[in-house]
């Protein structure tokens, strides 16, 4: 909650092993705090990006290797 910047975070593991859901809970906690959350399911392209880069959003790609 103190830092300047976000810090980035990777969920890596089996298939059907909580990542998702994990990301959720995190998200919706996020929420009770009163800071906003983003979860990105699919790509959008190059405008998209350049929003993204500037907001202090915190984001949840979900599947991000198979999206982007």
């Given at each position: 909650?103190?830092?300047e910047n976000s810090t980035g975070v990777l969920l890596c593991g089996q298939k059907?092993?909580?990542?998702?859901l994990t990301t959720k809970y995190i998200s919706s906690e996020d929420m009770k705090l009163n800071m906003p959350t983003l979860v990105v399911t699919s790509a959008y392209g190059v405008r998209f990006n350049k929003v993204m880069q500037g907001t202090n959003l915190h984001c949840y790609f979900d599947e991000y290797e198979k999206e982007f």
């Open positions: 909650m103190d830092r059907e092993s909580g990542k998702t």
